[in-house]
């Protein structure tokens, strides 16, 4: 099983990635068939929510008295960390 690295993590909706070599093989030659996971940014929740923002049903809103459009975003740093 091909798993994801730190801080990425791997979708639970889609299958784990594997790697095989057929039993048969005789040629070293050959490539081992695979296929790689489906990963994600594993990002840290907010804590603690600012005053502006809320969430509902697992998504980010603005709080009751504010307006606009939440965008959120999560970025790997280079000391592989997120934010």
Known sequence: EITCNYPYRRNESFKA??????????DRFRL?????????LDCPEVNPIPAA?????????????????VKVDCAMQTSCSTR
Do not use: E, F, I
């Open 32 to 40: 081992m068939t695979w296929s790689l996971p489906t990963c994600s």
């Open 17 to 26: 990635g594997k790697a095989t070599c057929p039993a048969d093989n005789v």
């Open 53 to 69: 923002y809320t969430r509902v049903d697992g998504s980010w809103v603005c709080a009751p008295g504010y307006s606009g459009t």
